[in-house]
């Protein structure tokens, strides 16, 4: 097995020319099968497709725990799992609302080099768009990162504060698209991010080019995986890469291009609400529907949830939510597939914040709200462990020197060192290890 691992990797690197630039767009919630099977799923996608045949691809990527689109892209420009890197959810760990559900988005909460650094340390230019966890990297030269707030047109004043200064301001001239334009989560929105990305590429010709496109994730989310309109929203956001590829081609005619996704989907049917059932045991306290006190507290992650206590070495709050989640556990209709401890989590590279963490049933999404609504809107979800095939996420490689090859079934910490073998940059806190 090592011996063929070793000849495929000689064969793809066959005749490699030097370093040259790299251009990472990221579909967020793109499954594998959904390209390499598109004709089979009915599914127009000529860009990719194309790519996909003169790529070396994977046919599937083992994410991390857990399957969410901030740790995951961490760990795609890091190369090591969410407890080396820092970000270990979507939303910070914020039981009373003090943070007003604030997201992961600095870059300063990263805690190991990225790519970006490595590039930039390199003397190369580093360009971004929504990127996950870039506001305010230093690394970046042009940056507009994904940043909200409110959720409202003030959204944007601070995203054009957050952005490298005057870029957004000359994107808006140069394009004819205001800011705004992408302020959303549909097809038009990411055609809008792609143009700003395009821009970038034109203009700064960088070195590494970061690029993140939502609608898919969106659509999936609201509509279901597979659904009529999921499908429409991916033949769109192919146009947008057909688009990226050609403007990264004209800025650098050598560009190595990586397609990646962050996690799969998987459709959902109901909700598990655990923090009500922590607080119906006395282990959150409520007053006026606002959490004031906990013991327990579940950082949901849509398919799983981390459990995190308050106090780690109070023992009898520790039996307590053992008890509860054991019961949970061996009760079929609750939702919960599975309970793994603080060691099990360490194991699979989890946030140490959590000393259990619930994998709940496909199907099954973890919901932070204190009473159960009456109908279930969501469609589709991730985050469940990433053992499940459905969270399996995307990886398609091609450019000067690489070889069309099948790569099976790859490690997500593999990919950061891949590209920094292609920018010929060290990656010395990567985990993973160059398919290339």
């Known amino acids: 097995m090592k011996l063929r691992a070793a000849l495929l990797a000689l064969t793809l690197l066959a005749g490699a020319a ?15 099968a959904d390209v390499i099977e598109a004709e089979k799923k009915g599914l127009k996608l000529p860009n990719l497709t194309a790519f996909l045949k003169q790529s070396a691809y994977a046919s599937g990527v083992r994410n991390v725990l857990p399957t969410v689109t901030y740790p995951d892209h961490t760990t795609l420009i890091t190369g090591v799992w969410p407890d080396k890197h820092g970000v270990g959810n979507n939303e910070m760990l914020d039981p009373t609302g003090k943070n007003l559900q604030g997201w992961y988005w ?6 190991v080099p990225t790519l970006w650094d490595a590039v930039h340390a390199s003397g190369g230019k580093v360009g971004s768009v929504g990127w996950p966890v870039s506001v305010g990297s230093l ?3 042009e940056n507009v990162p994904e940043y909200w707030r409110a959720q409202n047109a003030e959204d944007l004043k601070l995203l054009r504060a957050v952005a490298t200064p005057g870029l957004i301001g000359k994107l808006e001239k140069e394009t004819r698209l205001p800011l705004g ?12 991010r792609a143009t700003y990305a395009i821009e970038i590429m034109a203009d700064l010709k960088p070195q590494f080019m970061t690029v993140h496109l939502v609608s898919l994730d969106h659509y999936q989310h609201t509509y279901g995986p597979d659904s009529a309109e999921s499908k429409k929203a991916l033949e769109a956001l192919d146009a947008d890469v057909g688009k990226l590829i050609a403007a990264a081609k004209a800025a650098h005619p050598d560009v190595t291009i990586a397609v990646v996704s962050d996690h799969g989907f998987a459709a959902v049917h109901d909700g598990v609400y655990l ?13 006026n529907g606002k959490v004031t006190d906990w013991q327990a507290y579940a950082w949901n992650a849509g398919g799983s949830a981390a459990i995190v206590l308050k106090d780690p070495n109070d023992a009898a709050v520790k039996a307590k939510v053992e008890a509860l989640l054991a019961k949970l556990a061996a009760d079929p209709k609750s939702g919960v597939a599975r309970v793994i401890d603080a060691k099990a989590v360490a194991e699979r590279g989890g946030s140490p914040k959590a000393s259990y963490w619930v994998d709940f049933k496909i199907g099954y999404s973890g919901e932070g709200d204190f009473t159960i609504s009456k109908t279930y809107t969501l469609k589709g979800t991730h985050g469940y462990f990433p053992d499940h095939k459905e969270m399996r996420a995307t990886f398609m490689i ?7 090859a099948k790569l099976g079934e790859i490690d ?3 990919i950061a060192p891949t590209l920094a073998k292609v920018l010929d940059v060290k990656l010395d806190k990567a985990d993973g290890k160059p398919l290339l």
């Open 18 to 32: 030097e370093a040259g630039p790299v251009l990472m767009i990221s579909l967020d919630g793109l499954r594998p």
């Open 275 to 287: 923090d009500r059932i922590f607080a119906e045991a006395g282990l959150i306290t409520i007053e």
């Open 412 to 414: 997500m910490r593999d």
């Open 139 to 141: 690394a970046i030269d």
């Open 181 to 192: 334009a992408l302020f959303g989560e549909d097809p038009q929105h990411d055609v809008a």
């Open 398 to 404: 091609a450019g000067p020197g690489i070889k069309a």
């Open 106 to 111: 600095y870059a300063e909460d990263i805690k």
